[in-house]
């Protein structure tokens, strides 16, 4: 279990050192979310390069670290894409790559509302070894991770999911709802079902007249429950995993965001603590680099 | 598989519009409540200060660093928004106008969208930049 521990510590250990010297500028209102959705989409021609990390030590179960880079671009203003690619490393066991998976967020109404829906379609494929936790749906549990990476790489899971995104804004505060549902496209699984609810808020209402890097308006603070539930034919929270947990990001002046937030396992099929972290930067105008005019 | 490509022509066309230039039809779908709303930082050049600040981080990406545009993302020192209420302009912050490439900031705190109002402001009372 030591040895455990000190893994999780140095993978943690070597993000911060990793981010550290990092500093750029954020669109300040992208809530501190992890699994959560929210309306606000990519700026269009924006790209940002996101790596998110989890490391988690359960019980029973060999500590790990799985490292995820995200790339998100805004194709318009209701259209953003992403891209995904995961790898994970488990301690006393081996390092491998997990798959991929590509997006598509729609915002179909041209103003906002008290909520705001956006549409989510995304195509998965990655081996059973994904330790990524973007999302828990079915009775995944804490324990199928007791097998090993080589055997878990084996099996092969393409799938389409599909998101209905509900957020709103009041008052400085976000609130977002996400139902997911999944469908596994190479095998005869059925639909599989899953949900986040996150909320945040800035830590300053107003902003400062002076540029500043650790102003209050720069951190923003939130907490996340999200979970499985369960598939079509037995559909419920019965042997599935619940986690909840603050979050908080910091949006430094220039274009990196650090996020950070340990999610808490709310039940015996949950991992006792999965430990967040992620450094995101945004490349402002990204599409300009392939215009002429600029 | 033409279906396939078909529907990304569809996509892509969309896409496209997204990036046609804002032509300020967007004034029409103002509500006349929206119009009149005040802005509780008018005339506060510390507010049109912090509204800098605001803008440089997450406007100026697309509109400049001076708000004079960049390629076809429209400038904010216009005749346009001098004619604009504040009401106006707070109402295009919130909503943006998605389908000619604005985005929505109605994430940001409204007391930020309004310091931005009086940043825009300020710029087209004076053609000047305030300075903290």
């Known amino acids: 279990m030591s040895h455990s521990i000190f893994f999780v510590r140095r993978s943690l250990f070597a993000l911060i050192l990793l981010a550290t010297p990092l500093s750029s500028l954020l669109a300040q209102q992208e809530p501190p979310y992890f699994v959560t959705y929210s309306s606000v989409m990519e700026e269009p021609g924006n790209l940002e390069i996101e790596n998110q990390n989890i490391a988690a030590a359960p019980k029973n179960t060999n500590a790990f670290f799985a490292p995820t880079v995200e790339f998100e671009y805004g194709a318009t203003a209701w259209w953003t894409a992403e891209a ?11 390092a491998v790559f997990t798959g991929f998976r590509f997006e598509n967020r729609f915002r179909p ?23 990524s936790f973007l999302e828990i749906t079915d009775h995944d549990v804490i324990t199928d991770q007791q097998v090993s990476n080589a055997e878990l790489r084996k099996e092969i899971e393409r799938s389409i999911e599909g998101k209905l995104i509900l957020s709103s804004n009041a008052k400085g505060w976000n609130f977002s709802e996400n139902i997911i549902a999944e469908k596994p496209v190479n095998g005869p699984d059925p639909w599989e079902f899953g949900y986040a609810l996150a909320a945040a808020h800035p830590l300053a209402l107003k902003g400062s007249s002076q540029r500043c890097t650790f102003c209050r308006q720069n951190f923003a603070a939130g907490g996340e429950l999200f979970g499985g539930l369960g598939t079509r034919q037995s559909f419920g929270l019965r042997g599935t995993e619940q986690y909840f ?3 908080v990001a910091f949006n430094m002046p220039g274009g990196v965001t650090v996020k950070f937030s340990p999610e808490f396992g709310l039940n015996d099929n949950s991992a006792g603590v999965l430990w967040r972290f992620g450094v995101s930067y945004e490349i402002e105008q990204f599409r300009d680099w392939f215009r002429r005019t600029k | 598989m033409k279906n396939a490509v078909l529907l990304l022509g569809v996509v892509f066309a969309l896409s496209l519009l997204g990036y046609a230039k804002s032509d300020g039809s967007w004034l029409k779908r103002v509500s006349e409540s929206d119009r009149q709303r005040t ?15 605001l803008f440089l981080n997450n406007c100026a990406k697309c509109h400049g660093e001076n708000a004079t545009g960049k390629g ?18 707070a109402w295009i912050l919130k909503n943006g106008n998605p389908y000619k490439g604005m985005p929505s ?16 402001r300020s710029l087209n009372a004076t053609s000047a930049e305030p300075h903290p």
């Open chain 2, 39 to 53: 802005n509780p930082f008018a005339g506060d050049r510390e507010a049109a200060a912090a509204g800098r600040n």
């Open chain 2, 72 to 89: 076809s993302r429209p400038s904010l020192r216009s005749e346009r928004l001098q004619r604009a209420t504040d009401g106006e302009i």
């Open chain 2, 105 to 120: 900031w109605g994430g940001l705190p409204e007391l930020e969208r309004w310091q931005i109002v009086a940043y825009i």
């Open chain 1, 109 to 131: 109404l041209p103003r906002e509302y008290w909520v705001n829906p956006v549409l989510y379609v995304e195509y998965e494929n990655h081996n059973e070894a994904d330790k």
């Open chain 1, 84 to 94: 995904y690619l995961q790898g994970q490393a488990t301690a006393n066991d081996s």
């Open chain 1, 245 to 247: 947990g603050p979050t």
